[in-house]
């Protein structure tokens, strides 16, 4: 047997075992809690910050929508960590980190969202509801609470040493010398740098997961995985972009 028979064999064999069940539970948790924060997140200070009069002010509406994408990237990366560690992926640990660390991010938009609106009202631009829950802008619970603890619990769980353990004992993959470049990788970063057709984003993300499971079945034959990688993540943030922009150009009807 060759070395790199070798290598890919104890690859395989590696990437075939189960992660401790302590990894599916935060995987599950992951996908749980994350689309659900995010979905709570952005209906609440939507109707909160629409409700303050019939139409956004203009001084509002760019604080808005980076909250806006902040909440939606927030929901992707809760989902995309989850389903590495799902299928026994130590870079869902990365995204995992990545995800708690964008509670915060959240958090802190929040109030500064917030210090906008308690500013509006105090110039008076804008009018409140009679019945304010902080800093005259009704900022949803998730927010001002759960956020941060979810996102301290998620950083507990990761940290676990039977997490770490088993992260660090996830394959490398040695790329041969002839390896060549995966088309389907290239075709997603170029798809994903099309903004303006939204469809492009859906074929980049298509692409991309298909290029990461050829280089990952090709054991060192196949190499392009930091360009399949950047178009999903690209592509992800311009459709959470767009799905924010939609949300503040298109306010609920009162």
């Not at 997140?41 to 009069?53: C, E, F, H, P, Y």
């Not at 060549?180 to 903004?195: D, E, H, Q, R, Y």
């Not at 993540?233 to 949300?247: D, G």
Request: charged fraction near 15%.
């Amino acid at each position: 047997m060759t070395e790199e028979q070798t290598i890919a064999a104890s690859a395989t064999e590696a990437r075939t075992q189960g992660a401790p069940p302590i990894v599916k539970s935060i995987a599950l948790f992951l996908l749980v809690t994350g689309p659900l924060l995010a979905i709570w997140d952005v209906v609440a200070i939507r109707s909160a910050v629409t409700d303050l009069k019939r139409e956004i002010p203009d001084a509002l509406l760019l604080h808005y929508f980076v909250n806006l994408s902040i909440y939606i990237d927030l929901g992707v990366l809760f989902v995309v960590g989850g389903l590495g560690l799902m299928f026994n992926r130590a870079w869902g640990r990365n995204v995992g980190y990545f995800a708690a660390f964008s509670c915060f991010i959240a958090w802190f938009a929040a109030f500064a969202l917030g210090g906008v609106v308690k500013r509006l009202v105090e110039e008076g631009e804008i009018r409140v509801r009679p019945k304010p829950l902080f800093f005259h802008f009704d900022l949803p619970l998730s927010i001002t609470l759960i956020g941060p603890l979810i996102a301290f619990t998620l950083l507990v769980l990761l940290s676990l040493p039977v997490v770490s353990r088993w992260a660090r004992s996830r394959p490398r993959v040695r790329l041969l010398p002839n390896a060549k470049l995966s088309a389907p990788a290239i075709g997603s970063f170029i798809c994903s740098l099309v903004p303006i057709l939204p469809f492009s984003q859906v074929v980049s993300l298509a692409l991309g997961v298909s290029s990461l499971v050829q280089i990952k079945k090709s054991n060192g034959n196949r190499r392009g995985k930091v360009l399949a990688v950047a178009g999903i993540v690209i592509s992800l943030w311009l459709m959470a972009l767009i799905a924010a922009l939609a949300l503040a150009v298109f306010p609920p009807a009162p």
